[in-house]
């Protein structure tokens, strides 16, 4: 699994570690390894100051923080996934562009959480294979109807309903909005994954 943003310094790290902890409370995801990249990344970048100091009091996160060291998006690192999710649509567009034989498998972290409402795993299936069940059933139902708007005042400008915005260039309210979206889209989709069809 392989989640992208711009510089991996900010929303696809902080998604990274918020779904492989969820993962990994699940035995059938032991196998399953959360990675991260940015389109536009420098290598060996820090996660931004901001994002370091969200789950600050978690030991786990701090030695999560102290390892990441940003990487870029590469088309190998594309096509080994079994699922890729994108901070943002332009995101999905520029990896889809460096790897199209990988479009069926590319999708915005809000379309998967979208698509995947009524997704529930096959209990027979684990690790891979059932992350590969999972973008499956997502590039089923890719198109179908239009996905929720988010509640905004009228005087706000309309936001992208699949895309989690780059807060970094948008002032701190909205970079502490940006990582609070993040935690929360990351930790549904993780959830998604792992619950299980009634047997």
Known sequence: MLIVCTAN???SPHAEFVMERILRGSSAFDSVRVGSAGLRAVPRGRICELVARHDGADPA???FDAEHLSLRTRTARIEQARIVLTASRSNRAAVATLSPEA???IFTLREALW???DFRRDPSLSGEEAVAAFARHLDARRGAGTPPRERRLPFLPIRDPLSIADGHTRGRREHALTIRQVH?????VARLLVSTAPV
């Open 103 to 105: 479009r069926s498998r």
């Open 184 to 188: 929360e889209v990351a930790e549904s």
């Open 9 to 11: 310094v900010c929303r």
């Open 115 to 117: 698509l995947g409402g």
């Open 61 to 63: 996160w701090a030695q």
